[in-house]
């Protein structure tokens, strides 16, 4: 019980408040938008900036670590476009959609702070390694396989679908913000020091960003109404609740993960859909209410399905 009360309701004490200010019209919709273009554009990138230029590149990159979430997440993927589209009956585009859904765990917004205050800040080295691939390799596979259906009997080259799949994921802030992280990695490696005044202030906008980012999904998630096909919204929730978590949890065990990376694997992939999930829904106009209502419903769900998973983990 002190799990629920001590780690994850904090973190949902957050996103409540963001949502009730919203709600009652303390906080408008363009307040909202613009807090989450700051943390989404500028603060969490600024934060996996620093999580990546200071990371151990040689010892946190674990294959099994990152195998147990990987397969997990795209067998969820590969799930939920399927039954989607074969058994619920949605448009193609509408079941890849869904399937992102399916995939794109909240890897950082809840993630990290739950991760955080369960086991520690010094717990969070695993997380950050899954994170700097989540990004950059979901983002490449959902919009992939997005573009190679609307592209089906047009006529388009595989490479020019490729090549618009590519640019599609290098201009996401969240992927800049990664990649110019590992760059400065690699450049202190080779000695490359950068004065105290800078890396103080990517710390000041680095502890700005997950506060404001969980206050302002709760303002945004007041926008998303249950509404849309039940067996989809459903269907997105098990896979990213259940599934995708038990998949990696098992795949953990079978890899002999040591129980840090366990942990970090299966809390990253037992976090509900993010806010991602929507928008790349709402970017191809394909299942966004279905997206929209399974990242609410998941959301609230979630809290008593990390519960478990908490209390299941070593």
């Known amino acids: 019980m002190s799990a629920l009360f001590d780690v994850i309701l904090p973190v949902f004490l957050v996103i409540g408040f963001g949502y009730l200010v919203a709600w009652r019209g303390w906080f408008g919709p363009a307040g909202v938008d613009g807090l989450q273009r700051y943390a989404q554009n500028f603060a969490v990138p600024v934060l996996l900036f620093n999580s990546m230029a200071t990371l151990d590149l040689s010892a946190e990159f674990d294959p099994w670590l990152l195998l147990s979430f990987y397969i997990g997440a795209v067998a969820s993927f590969v799930v939920g476009w ?56 979901l983002y490449t596979l959902g919009i992939t396989v997005m573009e190679f259906t609307r592209a089906h009997g047009t006529g388009v080259s595989p490479g020019r679908v490729a090549l618009r799949a590519l640019n599609g994921v290098l201009r996401t802030p969240l992927v800049i913000g990664i990649l110019c992280g590992l760059a400065m990695n690699l450049l202190g490696a080779a000695g490359l020091v950068m004065p105290e005044g800078f890396w103080a202030a990517v710390e000041m906008i680095a502890r700005s960003a997950l506060p404001a980012a969980l206050f302002g999904l709760g303002g945004v998630l007041l926008r998303y109404r249950p509404q849309g096909d039940a067996a989809s919204i459903a269907l997105i929730c098990g896979c990213s609740l259940i599934l995708h978590p038990s998949l990696t949890y098992g795949l953990g065990l079978a890899f002999g993960l040591e129980s840090g990376g366990l942990r970090s694997a299966v809390v990253t992939a037992a976090m509900a859909p993010g806010v991602n999930a929507y928008l790349f829904a709402n970017l191809y106009q394909a299942a966004i209410r279905s997206a929209a209502s399974a990242v609410l419903i998941a959301t609230a769900l979630s809290i008593l399905t990390i519960w478990g998973w908490l209390a299941i983990l070593p």
């Open 82 to 137: 399927i039954v989607a589209w074969r058994v619920i009956g949605r448009s193609p585009e509408d079941a890849v959609a869904i399937g992102f859904a399916c995939l794109f765990s909240n890897s950082l917004l809840l993630g990290i702070p739950i991760m955080e205050r369960a086991y520690g800040p010094e717990s969070l080295a695993g997380n950050f390694t899954i994170i700097a691939l989540h990004s950059p390799l």
